[in-house]
C-alpha cells in the first residue's frame, strides 16, 4: 500500500515562509511523479506544483516565484518551500503521488486526475 504522510504545516504571517515536507512508503520519490495539492473550505482541490521523476516541475500560476517543489530520493521524501506567503495560500496541503509517468503536454497541466495516491493533509494558515 502506498501511503503519503506530510508535515511543517502552521501559521504564518503575511509574508513568511514554510516548508512542507512528504514521506511517502510502498512508493519511490525518484520513480514517481509527485505533487502537491490544496484545498480551502467551499473550494475545489487545487494543484499547487508538480515534479517528475526526471526532475521536470510544473507550477500553477499564482505560486510561480514563490513555491519550489523538490524531492530527496535517497531520503525518499517531497518537499514544497513556501516563500512570501499570502492570506489566499491559507488551505490544507496534500502530498500526491503516481507511479506513472506523465508526458510532457499533460504534466504541465496539473490535472488531479493523474495523482491517485493522496496523503491526509497539512493545514497552512497565513494571516
Known amino acids: 500500500d502506498v501511503q503519503l504522510v506530510e508535515s511543517g504545516g502552521g501559521s504564518v504571517q503575511t509574508g513568511g515562509s514554510l516548508r512542507l515536507s512528504c514521506a511517502p512508503s510502498g512508493l519511490s520519490v525518484s520513480d514517481s511523479s509527485m505533487a502537491w495539492f490544496r484545498q480551502s473550505p467551499g473550494k475545489e482541490p487545487e494543484a499547487v506544483a508538480a515534479i517528475r521523476r526526471d526532475d521536470l516541475t510544473a507550477y500553477t500560476d499564482s505560486v510561480k516565484g514563490r513555491f519550489t517543489i523538490s524531492k530527496d530520493n535517497a531520503e525518499n521524501s517531497l518537499f514544497l518551500q513556501m516563500s512570501n506567503l499570502k492570506p489566499e495560500d491559507t488551505a490544507m496541503y496534500y502530498c500526491?503521488?503516481?507511479?506513472?509517468?506523465?508526458?510532457?503536454?499533460?504534466?504541465?497541466?496539473?490535472?488531479?486526475?493523474?495523482?491517485?495516491?493522496r496523503g491526509q493533509g497539512t493545514q497552512v494558515t497565513v494571516s
Open positions: 500526491a503521488a503516481s507511479h506513472s509517468f506523465i508526458l510532457t503536454p499533460r504534466f504541465y497541466r496539473l490535472e488531479s486526475s493523474d495523482y491517485p495516491y
